[in-house]
């Protein structure tokens, strides 16, 4: 089981544009000493011309352990010389809508995330999660070697190599890579090939233990019952600390609530871990914290929290008392105890965590505002619901998933949710690695967490989404479960059973994209597809403007190359602002990529430029017309010609929400203006600040901060 502390997935986007600084600020600043391209296509070329590998820092500044990499290793002047000398090295923000398509080729999911790439693209080998050095090195150094990497180990293995020693080495890589299915077929050949008590080996530990899940797996007692022995091989302390870590795992999700607890035999783990374990091991915390709240004695709980609390790792206290807020509605007392007990935990974290002890005050006070989950169990929630002629909402998460608990902990506890929630839905929260939830996970198919599902009262799956959305969104994805024409379950009946036109298709791709069930780079492919076999009458239709403002990305597709040579014909349908809209999505993502440094040998880039000044429609003074000149412009590094086409342009436009997103690029070009030119440039966008609507001051104002 990876450290969730260095491993976070990626279950949503981060839709900043342009990084002047992290979203931590100076908490997150490392002198970072590798010589880093911020261009895949450049860093592709550097590759083949210098003969180099790529190493790839697939970064995400939202990601803690990103950062938390480049303060412990590339910030070594060491590493960072040789990681220099060796590869070709490329760092992109990848959780930016710009690099989506290299998220979907890569497979990028979890962060810290490194890649090396050959000089075409092509995978070398991969490692996911960070570590310290030397350790790290050695990881890497793997990418350098034909026969270590991961690419050549598989070939290797695909060819029939079976001896135990490469097998063993292949195990290894492919944890490094995250390639936990593949990793464990060729773990379960590995183990088949050797006698039992061959697992008690030194070189085997690390196998051995990735078998066992918890105290509850199979082969756990034969590591009791062969303690002796693997104690001798692999050294006391270690045996210890791991079977300590087995027992703290089943009894851990009794500290946030106490489901499933009635049915736990608490007696007989108490009685084993009194035999292999000290009194003084932290797994007796656990347990006796588990059976205070188990039992029901939530003052007990709270003592116990105070006395032994600083001995459990920090993200369990804090999940457990943020689970405290979950039985303040029992009496009066416990509710004060609670919120005395949470106003001192405020004292004694950092401020970003006493921003959600604070949100679990709020909760307190307003509890009954928010989402209402049913505590029943499953059958029961579909009962109620066939009571209730309602549909069952169920929040599918676990208790290490940091976008669950924003769910849990800030957006279901707020009124305006738990309103639409409550009114329209029989709400459902389930654990899916615990009790019941292990079975309906299998059932549903649920691989991402949050996952968010909509059944009917019989348990057929009406909708389903993943992720963390802010509250508006979250409204908006869950009314899509009310309406057959939007609903995931209704749609794909329809869409499967040959229906094609625009709305369902639109649909259909939007909905799989949205549950996981599709890469976005399939669902665009597909919609090309799709796009294809239309007529002229066909793609003439006001109903596919959304078909283009969702999946028309690439410019150079045929799909965009056709909305934009018939804007005026779609602009008589939908309206010139409908129409604008929609190619900005198109074109202007596109430009941001290539800004602020646009390469005019960029063939793709070029036919862009051409498609855009060939097209009668596309005025020198619209949105799309300024936006060639700039990067035409910026290409030449003609700055006092940028500065006049703002000037004498871009101010006097009547679409403001094409001036604010082509304004918003100083932001970019900041770093390559002169000195000399600054002050000018400051002056225009206070002067434009003046003249804007009230919602884009806030947007101006920030972009001034940022640059002064």
Known sequence: MKNILFVIILVCWNFSTGVAQSIYGDAAKADVKVKYLNSYEEALKASARENKPIFFNCFADWAVPCHAMNKAVFSDAEFAKWLNDHFVCLCLDVSVPAHKDLVAKYQIRYFAHYLILDSKGNLLHRIVGGSKLPEFKEQVARGLNPERCLTGMTEKFRGGKRDIDFLRDYINVLDHADMKVHRDSVVQIYVAMLDPQELIKKENWSIFTSLLEDANSERFPFLLENYDAFVKENGKDIVDQYISVMYIRILYPFLFDDKGYEKFNIQKVEKKMNNYLAETDVAFVYLNLAKARGEKRYIDFIEQLKKDGNKLQSQILEEADMNLVTVTNQHLELKQAVEKYLNERIQQVDQATAKQYENALKQIVNAGNGVKFEDCTFSEVLAKARKENKPVFMDCFTVWCGPCKVLSNQIFPMKPVGDFFNSNFVNFKMDMERGEGIELAKRYGIKVYPTLLVLDSEGNLLHRFTGARPPRALIDEMARALSDSTAYGPVKAKYDAGDRTPQVVIEYLRNMVSAGDMQETEAIDEAEKYFNTLSEKERLDKDLIPFYTRFATKPESDMSRYFLRHQAEYQKLAGKTVTERAL?????????????????????????????????????????????????????????????????????????????????????????????????????????????????????????????
């Open 584 to 708: 900005l999505n198109i074109y202007f993502p596109y430009f941001m990529n290539m800004l602020p440094e646009p390469n005019m040998n960029n063939e793709i880039l070029v036919s862009v430029i051409e498609d855009i000044k060939h097209t009668r429609s596309v005025k020198k003074n619209s949105t799309l017309g300024y936006l060639v000149t700039i990067t035409e412009a910026v290409s030449q590094k003609d700055w006092e010609k940028v500065l006049k086409v703002y000037n004498k342009g871009v101010s006097q436009m009547d679409y403001k929400f094409g001036q604010l997103n082509l304004d918003m690029l100083w932001k970019r070009f900041w770093p390559l203006i002169p000195d000399s030119m600054k002050g000018r440039v400051v002056s225009y966008l206070e002067q434009e600040k003046n003249k804007a609507r009230p919602l884009a001051v806030e947007k101006y104002t920030t972009l001034l901060d940022i640059l002064k």
